[in-house]
């Protein structure tokens, strides 16, 4: 499975999928690391890792329209299979996401569909949930939205900040992501229709 991955910052899930893909037993190839901003950590962990990267600084373009159509044409140059978000910060407009329809992936740190957009810990905190998690999703165009692939659920401790939280679902996040593209290389997962299809059985 050829992949690119989509980044905005620190890379703690891309490092999580370049350290799977460094086992030559795993099925997935990451081919691009593409960032819209410059410089960040995800970039040089990638380059680290020997893999092409691209920044398409979002800042540089007059128009959402014209950002998306460049990232989509490096993206193109990678000839993708899959595309994962981790911890891109951007949102997409239809085009791109109908563009890569059913190949576009991200991970977001709660259980969907408790807690979309921004501060997911906070408000796991708030309502007094005892369990939290992450959940890897197919992109649609309603933000946090789209066919569940996988979620990993951790519990919530009465002792919990915000930030021990985000830690604890943080190593999930680094579990759940290498495992669901593993699933998805081997056919377990089957994202070519409009629903996410599971063969097998597995947990
Ligand atoms: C992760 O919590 C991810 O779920 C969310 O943004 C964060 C990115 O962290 N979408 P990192 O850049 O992978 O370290």
């Known amino acids: 499975l050829r992949v ?16 799977a893909a460094a086992v030559p037993s795993y099925p997935v190839s990451i081919e691009l690391v593409v960032s819209n901003v410059p410089d ?10 020997g893999i092409r990267t691209a920044t398409v600084p979002h800042r540089d373009f007059d128009s959402r329209e014209a950002f998306e159509r460049k990232i989509s044409a ?3 140059s990678a000839a993708p299979d899959l595309i994962c978000q981790a911890g891109f910060m951007r949102i997409l407009t239809p085009w791109f996401i109908e563009r890569w329809h059913n190949r576009l992936i ?4 709660s259980l969907l569909p408790a807690f979309p957009g921004l501060r997911t810990h906070e408000k796991a905190l708030e309502a007094g949930v005892r369990l939290h998690g992450c959940t890897v ?10 066919p569940i692939i996988g979620q990993a659920a951790v519990p919530v401790s009465p002792e919990d900040t915000s930030e021990s939280l985000a830690a604890r679902v943080l190593r999930a996040e680094h579990k759940l992501y290498p495992t669901c593209l593993q699933l ?5 997962i089957r994202l070519g229709e ?7 059985s597995f947990n």
């Open 106 to 109: 991200n991970i977001h740190p």
């Open 74 to 76: 490096v993206l193109e």
């Open 137 to 146: 999703h197919l992109v649609r165009t309603e933000v946090d939205s789209g």
């Open 184 to 188: 998805i290389a081997e056919s377990h």
């Open 194 to 200: 409009d629903k996410v299809h599971f063969t097998g």
């Open 40 to 49: 960040v950590q995800a970039l040089e962990r990638a380059g680290t890792a």
């Open 4 to 19: 690119a991955v989509m980044v905005s910052g620190r890379g703690s899930n891309l490092q999580a999928l370049l350290d």
